[in-house]
């Protein structure tokens, strides 16, 4: 414990907190949030935060660093989900460990300037690319470390049964370091067995499982009622998430709420993605298009944690995309409807609280005794993170300054 009169390393003075009135500041010694008071206390560094917003760092639970930034070498024409699995699968052959950490350095800063501080990548194990992917993330992990914890997890996007070779290649991803695994079964030939091999892998090897499910318009697969009762077979309740399940937009409300009664029961996580939901669903539509997300607000009030992630960042998949997460809770805002200022609240915790939970880190959000892992936001209302998409002045990752942004603006036409 630190007392008053011992120095703490930083203090953040004149913060605004999302769930506290007034002004607070926030007290830190070693990689901890030691108070949260207006005590006043020396500091080995003391930054005046102006009534800024704070916030913990933001978590980034599903993204695709091997595959991002193709579209400089790829060109779709259909903007399809099947040709940009097609278009990528191909450019996948000629990858190096070299080029994908290039790629994936560029999106990793990205991501930690705008305040993240924890993330899940999906790296693609499978024939076309072998273990490239892994080769190449594993020293990105530790490279990037001071500044962001990343989760990897080996990822069967070409399907399991239908690519021979890929189980024992996961196996080997898994051996080699891999924190968890991740299946796909819209992308296979048999989706009941490729769950079934997950979870196999998952409880073999102690690790949680990620799947890439139900990506279509019509309810043609709605695998996750599959994957929700593995889940509770398995015994691995809080530790599945499922990623886009846009078909549960496409089934009526009651069948809504019996599908997610059995998510809830299961302890599955949520994670939408805007970006690319919103790019690939609908477009068979004439007419009454629709929007293609996972029905973000019903999860939320039936008590799912639901995250809003990237996945992928100027590629086929998603031709667009910064890493900065406050982006994808802007678009889901206007996508999903979700516009007062308790919605926006509700967006700010999916990509903060509701992503920590499903990632389960340890010691995560702004309470006394938690890391200090923190974003600083150029507004005070917490409703503004979303609706304005203010810069990030300042982040904290363990205790320890990571960034620090000024951000000038010399408006010269009014001289
Ligand atoms: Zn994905």
Redesign the pocket.
Same mark, same amino acid.
């Given at each position: 414990m630190v007392t008053v009169s011992e120095a703490v390393d930083l203090l953040l003075r004149g913060a605004h907190l999302p769930d506290r009135e007034g002004l607070a500041d926030i007290a830190i010694a070693g990689e901890r949030i030691v108070a949260i008071d207006t005590a006043g206390r020396p500091a080995r560094r003391t930054i005046d935060l102006g009534g800024r917003l704070v916030t913990p760092g933001l978590v980034e639970s599903?993204i &695709?660093l091997d595959k991002a930034l193709l579209t400089d070498r790829i060109s779709a024409t259909a903007g399809t989900l099947d040709e940009a699995i097609r278009l990528t699968g191909e450019a996948k052959q000629a990858f190096t460990a070299d080029d994908i950490q290039a790629r994936a350095r560029r999106v990793l800063d990205l991501a930690v300037r705008a305040g993240t501080t924890a993330m899940r990548t999906?790296v693609e194990v499978d024939p076309l690319v072998g273990l490239t992917g892994m080769e190449a993330m594993l020293p990105l992990r530790e490279e990037y470390a001071p500044a962001l914890d990343l989760q990897i997890c080996a990822f069967a996007q070409e399907g399991i049964v239908q690519a021979p070779g890929t189980e024992g290649l996961l196996r080997r991803a898994l051996t080699m370091g891999a924190d968890l695994i991740g299946g796909c079964p819209y992308n296979d030939r048999d989706g009941v067995e490729h769950i079934r091999i997950v979870f196999a892998l998952a409880t073999a090897f102690g690790v949680d499982a990620d799947f &890439?499910v139900d990506f279509a318009d019509e309810p043609e697969h709605l695998h996750v009622r599959e994957i929700a009762a593995q889940t509770v077979r398995a015994g691995w309740q809080g530790r599945v998430a499922v990623?886009h399940v846009t078909e549960l937009a496409a089934v009526p409300g009651f069948r809504q709420d019996e599908i997610i009664a059995e998510i809830a029961a299961a302890g599955l996580g949520v994670i939408c993605?805007p970006a690319?939901d919103l790019y690939l669903m609908g477009r068979k539509d004439d007419g009454n298009t629709r929007r293609g997300l996972t029905p973000v607000r019903r999860l939320l009030q039936a008590g799912v944690p639901v995250a809003l992630a990237s996945?992928?960042i100027r590629n086929p998949f998603t031709p667009v995309g910064t890493a900065d997460l406050a982006h994808m809770a802007f678009l889901a805002a206007v996508a999903a409807h979700m516009g007062t200022p308790a919605d926006l609240r509700a967006l700010l915790a999916a990509i903060t609280l509701h992503p920590a939970r499903l990632l389960r880190l340890p010691d995560y959000g702004l309470a006394v005794g938690c890391r200090a892992d923190l974003v600083v936001w150029d507004c005070a209302r917490p409703e503004d993170a979303v609706a304005t998409l203010p810069p990030r002045t300042l982040v904290v990752k363990r205790g320890r300054v990571t960034i620090e942004a000024r951000h000038e603006v010399t408006e010269t036409w009014r001289a």
């Open positions: 599903h &695709h999906h &890439h990623g993605l690319t996945n992928n």
